[in-house]
Every structure is written in structure tokens, then in C-alpha cells.
């Protein structure tokens, strides 16, 4: 037997318990792929040492408050079922006004915040806005419809402890349209709503005496949104080429304008109709300095009437950084 053969051999002779610890100061994707090895792996891979390690390390107080009762006997029978289906199909919190779930690649938390749960301008006017139950894919059970309003503003806020530390995170308006809209398209020469991120962090926890005001830190960035082209083929490239072209017309010098840089929807995933536009990013500090809270708002108030906007809220997961792993490796 060669050395290389000698030493796998050896790695096979390793108690369980040593080789699920290993295991688990990878990452979730890892452990999947270290399952098919060997059938010793695989029960180290699939041990709730393992997955307990990946799970948030409050998920069992969060699950506490789910409102389909996740957390009972025999839905899920180890901790990668836990993981697997908060991946797949995230819970529904303090009675549905909130969604928590895991980044299939980091395990980090993902947040949905329901319609309910944001601050919506004039959203307790019925000749405003709508509450309406039950829409094919939505996460929530009720979502709010825009009726008429000119100046559209939603607003979501959320305390970073709620968040995974040290992870960059992503701000979602997830939302649809009615079968009648007006006023939210975006074109060239109208103007585009604008999404506001906003940070504040602190670092508590002092031991001076008296204690010292805990230091803040703010950050913001904005970002101009389109919620609806006014055609399917339109994309930001053609209105930035548009622009260029005027520019070329008149004589002017050609460059890039920060102003056409617009963030345009998807179509996200399970159906539904339900789209989403990146709002922002921002960085959730290391253990420790999760004091705070982040912010996010999407503005509109251009004074052209609108209508027909079905919000089901506002999702803060992170940015994806690998492709998709399986849970049944």
C-alpha cells in the first residue's frame, strides 16, 4: 500500500465524533460532498453535530415563535432536516409578519418583512391602498394593492441583530402588479423612484463607570429603481445608449451618467407573477457589534397619480457568492 492509500486509510479509522467536527468548520456544501466518501462519512456528515454547527445559533428561540409550529415533533427529525427546510421553505413569524429562513450556501439568515410589517404612506387609508388575502405564491397571507395615491413611500426597518454578523446583505421590494397600472412605468424623461438604505450600528456593551455613550456609526447609500418598463425589450442599456446618442446629436462630450444607472426587476422564483428590484446593500458588523438597526425605503413622489402596485414585502438575504448546493447528496 502506498503512502497516499496508507493515509486514507488512516482517515478511516478516525473516531465519528472527530471526523463530524471537521466537518463542521466547513461549510454546508462541503459537508453535503463529504457524505458521499464513504458510508462512515456520510453518518458523520448527516450528524446533528454537524448541521447544529451550520444552524443560527438562536434558531431554536426564533423557531419558538413560528406560527406552523416547525419547531413540533416529527416534521423534522434531525438538524439538516431543520436546515433543509428552512433553505426550502422559510417560516412565517409573530403571526405572519415576518419570514425566516437560511442561505442554502452560508447558512446565514434571511429575513422577509410582510407588508404588515412596513411603514406604507397613507396605508390605513381603505381609499388608498388595499389589504388583500390570499395571492397565488405569496409568502404572506395578506398583501397590500395600491388603490391611488401620488406619493408612494414604503419603509422597512429591522434590528441587525435579527441578522447573520459579518455577512453582506441585500435589500428586495418583492412585489406584482394588478391588472390595471398606472403611473409606475419608467421610461426615458420620467422620473425614477429612489431607494434609500440607511445603517446605524453601535458598539455597546462597555465597561467603563460610568458607562459611555455606545459610539454610532451611519452609513447610507442610494440607488435609482425602475419598478415597470414601458416594453419587454427595454432594457437600461438601450436608455443609456438613447442618452448617448441625444448627447452625440448635440455636441456634447460622451460619458457615462450615474444618473441612468437604474436598477431594474426580476421575476423571482415560484411563480405568482411576483417580481423583485434590489433596493441596496449593506454589511451586518462581526459578533459583537450587532447594535443597530438598518433602514430601507423606497420613495416616489413625482406627483403623477399611481395605481395597481401589489407589495408583499421587503426580503434582506445575502448576496450570493456560489452556485446552489443539495441537501439530499
Given at each position: 500500500m502506498d503512502c497516499e492509500g496508507a493515509a486514507a486509510a488512516e482517515i478511516y479509522r478516525l473516531p465519528e465524533e472527530c471526523v463530524a467536527y471537521a466537518i463542521s468548520m466547513t461549510t454546508p456544501g462541503d459537508a453535503c460532498?463529504?457524505?458521499?466518501?464513504?458510508?462512515?462519512?456520510?453518518?458523520?456528515?448527516?450528524?446533528?453535530?454537524?448541521?447544529?454547527?451550520f444552524l443560527p445559533p438562536d434558531h431554536a428561540a426564533i423557531l419558538a415563535r413560528a406560527d406552523d409550529g416547525i419547531a413540533a415533533a416529527g416534521e423534522c427529525?434531525?438538524?439538516?432536516?431543520?436546515?433543509?427546510?428552512?433553505c426550502g421553505r422559510p417560516v412565517l413569524l409573530d403571526d405572519a409578519t415576518m419570514s425566516f429562513g437560511l442561505d442554502r450556501r452560508s447558512g446565514a439568515k434571511c429575513v422577509m418583512l410582510s407588508?404588515?410589517?412596513l411603514s406604507i404612506a397613507w396605508g390605513d387609508d381603505p381609499s388608498r391602498w388595499r389589504w388583500t388575502p390570499g395571492l397565488p405564491g405569496s409568502r404572506f397571507p395578506e398583501v397590500a394593492e395600491l388603490l391611488d395615491v401620488c406619493w408612494l413611500e414604503i419603509t422597512g426597518k429591522l434590528q441587525l441583530s435579527l441578522l447573520s454578523p459579518a455577512t453582506t446583505y441585500a435589500a428586495y421590494l418583492v412585489y406584482s402588479f394588478a391588472d390595471y397600472t398606472t403611473g409606475l412605468e419608467c421610461n426615458i424623461g420620467m422620473?425614477?423612484?429612489?431607494?434609500?438604505?440607511t445603517v446605524v450600528s453601535g458598539a455597546g456593551g462597555t465597561t467603563s463607570k460610568p458607562p459611555a455613550p455606545p459610539a454610532t456609526t451611519t452609513t447610507t447609500e442610494q440607488h435609482k429603481i425602475c419598478l415597470q418598463h414601458m416594453?419587454?425589450?427595454e432594457t437600461i442599456m438601450h436608455r443609456q445608449e438613447l442618452v448617448i446618442r441625444l448627447r452625440k446629436a448635440f455636441g456634447r462630450t460622451v460619458r457615462f451618467d450615474p444618473d441612468m444607472d437604474i436598477r431594474c426587476p426580476r421575476m423571482r422564483d415560484g411563480g405568482g407573477g411576483w417580481r423583485e428590484?434590489?433596493?441596496?446593500?449593506?454589511?451586518v458588523p462581526a459578533a459583537g457589534g450587532e447594535d443597530g438597526a438598518v433602514e430601507v425605503s423606497f420613495k416616489e413622489e413625482t406627483g403623477r397619480w399611481k395605481t395597481g402596485l401589489i407589495v408583499q414585502g421587503i426580503e434582506l438575504r445575502p448576496k450570493c457568492t456560489s452556485k446552489l448546493i443539495k441537501l439530499d447528496s
Open positions: 460532498h463529504s457524505s458521499a466518501v464513504s458510508p462512515a462519512f456520510r453518518a458523520a456528515a448527516d450528524s446533528d453535530a454537524v448541521w447544529d454547527s427529525a434531525s438538524k439538516k432536516d431543520i436546515f433543509a427546510r428552512l407588508a404588515r410589517a422620473p425614477t423612484p429612489m431607494a434609500t438604505v416594453g419587454e425589450e428590484v434590489e433596493l441596496g446593500e449593506f454589511a
